[in-house]
């Protein structure tokens, strides 16, 4: 049974451009996370989709944006990348559906911004 | 709301020592807590977590931890620590719905021979 899977693993972009992250929930969670977690910091909530739908989102400007696909996958995206974009993007997920009893992480991107 | 305090952004034991990493919560609903450990360039991994019944909870690699609600705490243990140990490790509360769900800042453990 795979676990949550994120790709790509690794990736550079340049100030300015957009990017997109992408992640496969683990079977049979239907919600999903993101998180931006900065070196030496603790991951900081982006947003959440359940049901196609964004559910919940944190302090993050526009610029970040999501969607979550009829088979629970999810893309983040980011717009007019900055310097401080850079940070390791984690992607959750859980199931609400059958109950919430906590989140599966991922592996992670690891972003650079240059 | 929720919100957690981590005691202690890194702590060094020997090996065999007592690990005793600090977790204390803020919450306006009843919580569930985690204890995720993250080991270089990797994600986070669930070593345990309380959601209800018994406030004494036993995770993976001899870890637990213990629900003390009038202390608003959710301290994780080891009797014996192992080099292996040595990471970093995120306490989170929630509620029961999971929309509210927040890290701490972290502990990094050193491990020493």
């Known amino acids: 049974d795979a676990g949550v899977t994120q790709s790509p693993t690794h990736l550079i972009k340049t100030r300015g451009q957009q990017v997109t992250l992408r992640c496969s929930p683990k079977?049979?969670?239907?919600?999903v996370s993101w998180y931006q977690q900065a070196l030496g910091q603790g991951p900081q909530f982006i947003f959440q989709?359940?049901?196609?739908?964004?559910?919940q989102r944190g302090n993050f400007p526009d610029r970040f944006s999501g969607h979550q696909f009829p088979n629970y996958s999810s893309e983040l995206n980011v717009n007019a990348l900055l310097l401080g974009d850079s940070a390791l993007y984690l992607c959750?997920?859980?199931?609400?559906?059958?109950?919430?009893?906590?989140?599966?992480f991922g592996s992670g991107t690891r972003l650079t911004v240059v | 709301a929720q919100s957690v305090t981590q005691l202690g952004s890194h702590v060094s034991v020997s090996e065999g020592a007592l690990v005793l990493l600090r977790c204390n919560y803020s919450?306006?609903?009843?919580?569930?807590l985690f204890w995720y450990v993250q080991y270089p360039n990797q994600g986070l991994q669930l070593l345990l977590k309380?959601?209800?019944?018994?406030?004494l909870v036993k995770g993976i690699n001899g870890f637990e931890a213990e629900f003390k609600k009038s202390e608003t705490s959710f301290h994780l243990t080891k009797p014996s620590a192992h080099m292996s140990d040595a990471a970093e490790y995120f306490c989170?509360?929630?509620?029961?719905?999971?929309?509210?769900?927040?890290f701490g800042t972290g502990t990094s453990l050193t491990v020493i021979p």
């Open positions: 959750a997920s859980s199931s609400l559906g059958q109950g919430f009893s906590g989140y599966t």
């Open positions: 079977s049979g969670h239907d919600t």
């Open positions: 989709y359940y049901e196609e739908e964004e559910r």
């Open positions: 919450s306006s609903v009843p919580p569930y």
């Open positions: 309380y959601t209800t019944g018994a406030t």
């Open positions: 989170a509360v929630s509620s029961a719905t999971g929309n509210q769900f927040y």
